[in-house]
């Protein structure tokens, strides 16, 4: 897919925004959704998708919206670092699939880094044991 285009509705965050696929969900308040990524890079890596919006990268998101969405954003990485003390955390997001992006619906990661652990690969290997990820939401939700 390329940075230009339209937005499939039927692309995997619209329907998890329609609860029409589970996830462990962080937090959710009129402007986003922050869940878990099912394929984490590191333990805790958290999304945080706008929503009412059908922008499928940075550039496409409505300049009003830009504020508040950051704001959860910032938010959101704040709770992460809180109940995991990492070392460090990488918060990025990936414009177009010769960037990186797999799913075209905006979102952000934050991916908390321990010193010493390496990087897991970008939307690969296997899906994380969803039990497992619902028990980080709420811990994250709880630090928020
Ligand atoms: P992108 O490659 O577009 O920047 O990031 C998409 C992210 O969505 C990847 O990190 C990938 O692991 C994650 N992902 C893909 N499918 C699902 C899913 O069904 N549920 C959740 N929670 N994450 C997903």
């Known amino acids: 897919m390329s940075l230009h285009g339209d937005y499939d509705p039927d692309n995997i965050f619209?329907?998890?925004?329609r609860g029409e696929i589970p996830c462990a969900k962080v937090y959710e308040d009129d402007i986003c959704l922050s869940f878990m990524d099912a394929f984490p890079q590191s333990n805790g890596h958290t999304l945080v998708i706008p929503k009412a919006v059908t922008a499928r990268n940075f550039l496409e998101l409505p300049t009003d919206m830009i504020g508040p969405y950051m704001q959860r954003v910032q938010m959101i990485a704040k709770g992460v670092t809180k109940a995991l003390s990492p070392d460090g955390v990488i918060i990025t997001q990936?414009?177009?699939s010769a960037a990186g992006q797999t799913v075209f619906h905006l979102h952000f990661h934050i991916i908390p880094r321990q010193s010493g652990e390496s990087l897991g690969f970008h939307?690969?290997?296997?899906?994380a044991d969803m039990t497992e990820l619902k028990a980080l939401a709420e811990q994250i939700n709880a630090a928020l």
């Open 14 to 17: 619209a329907k998890i925004l």
């Open 94 to 96: 990936f414009n177009g």
């Open 123 to 127: 939307a690969a290997g296997e899906m």
